[in-house]
Each structure stands twice: as C-alpha cells, then as structure tokens.
C-alpha cells in the first residue's frame, strides 16, 4: 500500500462534507472579487472627477492600504485593481488558510483523522485529498472570478485583464493553502495553526504596504505584493502568478 493509497475515496468523503459550505466559499468569494464591478462608474464619476481620483489613490497613505498605483492612464478597470485586488486576496487566503485547517489539524484534534487511518489507507492519504481539493478550489474560483468581471460590460474591464486578474487571486490562495500545509505539520492544535497561518498572512499584508510605499523588493517578498505585479488591465503580466501559485505547490 502507498503513502497516498485510497486518497480518491478521502477526496469524495470531504466533498460531501463539504458539500454546502464549499460551494458558498466558492459564491461569496467570487462575489466579493468580481460583484463590485458594477458600482464602479457611479463611482469614479466624470472625466474630471476620475482625474482628481486618479491623484488621491497615488497618495502614499492610500498605496500603503491598497496597494501600488501603476503608471498609466487612469482608467475605471486601474482604479477597481488597486482599490480591490490586496483585499480580494486577503478573502481568498483566509478561505484556505481556513478550509486546510478544517480538514488537517481539526480533524486531527478531534479523532476523526485516526478512525481514517485505521482503516486500509494511506498516512498521507487524506493530506495528498485536501491538495488536490485546494487545487481544485483556487482553479474554479480563479475562473469564476476571471469570466465574470467582464460579463458585467463595463468599459475597460476586459476579459485579458480579468483573468490575470482571476488568475493572481487563484495563485495567491495556492500559495496561502501550501503555507497552511505547511505550517499544519508543525504546530500542535488547530488553534496554533490558525494563529500562526493568520499571523503570516497579516504580516504579509504589512510586509505589501511598506514595500509599496518604500521598497520594490520587500513588496516581492510579499504574496500580496507580487500579485500587484501581474498589473491586471495594463501590463497583464502572467509569470509573478505563475510563480507564485509555483511555490504554493512546492509547499503542498
């Protein structure tokens, strides 16, 4: 029997369980992500009023909240990314931050995790199925995100930019999955866990606005700030996800 044996059968197991919930994070998220679209024109208002925008979100006190100001035509698609993209990504890591605990150390606190090892399976079984779910779930919703930005028609907001946009997002909850994986391996309770996964992921957060604001390479080394790198709308730069949602694998 290998390390991974049965871990299909565990993988349907926690689809069931989940089979509510997983769909609302899905839902919610998404939402969250894409559903302010719409609102976006009335907004920003006026030509002259997006210009006066425009300066407001270079301010450095609002870079260091949302996130960096690309150097380009102020457009409703640039203002959305910067006022959204850091706090979508925030959602998303929580969610599987959250979602890996549920099925590692919780269930190992609780026992469920040694009635499943006394049966014919593997010791990494149910590990290698919450891989494979969290794949799954940061793909879907990166999708998701990606295709419905655009279905809303507004100007500017197009379907190349939104699924850089969906696909930054995805990258950033592979990495936050993989570093919960990890970090799942070496505390002692769920608590610890989330404690500490939380603490990353604000630290990261801290590590982005300082970055932003005063050092090109403390941002790099923050998952939030990498993300801010694809330049969704604009540059549309594909490999800081592809890289991230690399390491987040690696960490898996």
Known sequence: M????????????????????????ILAVVSFCA?????????IGTNAEMAVMGEMMANPA???????????????????TQMMLVWSALLVAAMNILIVIRHTRADEDE???????????????????????????NVIMA??????????????????????????LGACGLFFAGLTVVVAQVMDNARSVTGLALGLMGGFYLLRAYGDVSSETA???????????????????????VGLAGLGVILM
């Open 2 to 25: 290998t390390a991974i044996a049965q871990w299909p059968r565990l993988l349907a197991h926690i689809l069931k369980r989940d089979r509510i919930s997983l769909p609302v994070w």
């Open 35 to 43: 559903g302010f679209v719409p609102a976006m024109p009335a907004i």
């Open 62 to 80: 609002m870079i260091a909240m949302c996130g960096i100001f690309p150097n380009v035509p102020f457009t409703i698609a640039i203002f959305y």
């Open 111 to 137: 026992g469920r995790s040694e009635v499943i090892r006394a049966l014919p399976v593997g010791r990494g079984a149910n590990l290698m199925a919450v891989i494979v779910l969290m794949i799954a779930v």
């Open 143 to 168: 999708i998701l995100i990606g295709v419905s930005m655009p279905a809303f028609g507004i100007e500017s907001v197009d379907l190349a930019g939104s699924l850089v946009y969906g696909a930054a």
């Open 219 to 241: 941002a790099w080394l923050s998952p939030f700030g990498a993300i801010q790198r694809t330049y969704p709308y604009s540059a549309n730069d594909w490999w800081p996800a």
